[in-house]
């Protein structure tokens, strides 16, 4: 019952909702989540204990199949909990904090009373990592009184990964407002959310996400 492991992982500023693979690919990379985002890591079932498996539905799971989940103190908000058999292909975790690598092992069995549970469990490394953050590194900018020719704007991104996986976005928007001497905003004259737009789209680097997911 030699079983593939895919994990479905995001470390951008956004939270993760549920979500079913289409596929599945054995990843032998390590795993990097974002500190309290909850995730969740399937994997592969054995075709014999569950037939017609379909990977879009994640489903039928056979109702003999079990999965033994096995994880670390850092990664005790998981579900099912850890060396408990479940009839679930999947372990979801809730809120984890920075730290690893925590070791997630995953073994197959089955309740036929035939003895026969994988002897190749599938392990992988969590690492849980800081939110990734975007420091303004220019020299402190002047407030100027009428037109004032463009501003230049450093800005710093520390994302918490290898290098090899970081491609990072951000967006900035524009507000105009009147204020008074004290800085008191006497009115908002205008607000542009993307005055600047630098989605991830087409900058995710290898390795690339297997599978699509929906929500």
Request: proline letters at 7%; one cysteine or more; a negative charge.
């Amino acid at each position: 019952m030699k079983m593939a492991l895919a994990a479905v992982a995001m470390f951008v500023f956004v939270g993760l909702n549920a979500q079913i693979l289409t596929n599945y690919q054995n990843v032998a990379e390590d795993i990097y989540q974002t500190a309290g985002k909850t995730f969740r890591v399937y994997v592969m079932p054995d075709l014999v204990y569950s037939p017609g498996y379909n990977t879009a539905t994640n489903s039928p799971l056979g109702a003999a199949a079990r999965w033994t989940w096995t994880y670390p103190a850092g990664l005790t908000t998981g579900a099912p909990a850890t060396g408990t058999p479940a009839n679930q292909n999947w372990v979801e975790f809730t809120n984890p904090g920075v730290g690893g690598p925590f070791a997630l092992t995953v073994v197959e069995s089955t309740t036929l009373g035939i003895g026969c549970a994988d002897a190749t469990p599938e392990t992988r490394n969590i690492y849980v990592i800081a939110a990734p953050t975007a420091t303004i590194t220019s020299a402190a900018l002047t407030q100027f009184c009428g037109n004032t020719a463009a501003q230049s704007v450093a800005m710093s991104f520390t994302e918490n990964v290898p290098a090899a996986f970081a491609a990072y976005a951000f967006a900035v928007t524009e507000v105009v407002e009147t204020i008074d001497p004290s800085d008191a905003v006497i009115a908002s004259v205008s607000s542009n959310t993307t005055f600047v737009n630098f989605p991830t789209t087409g900058k995710l680097k290898a390795p690339t996400l297997v599978g699509a997911a929906s929500p």
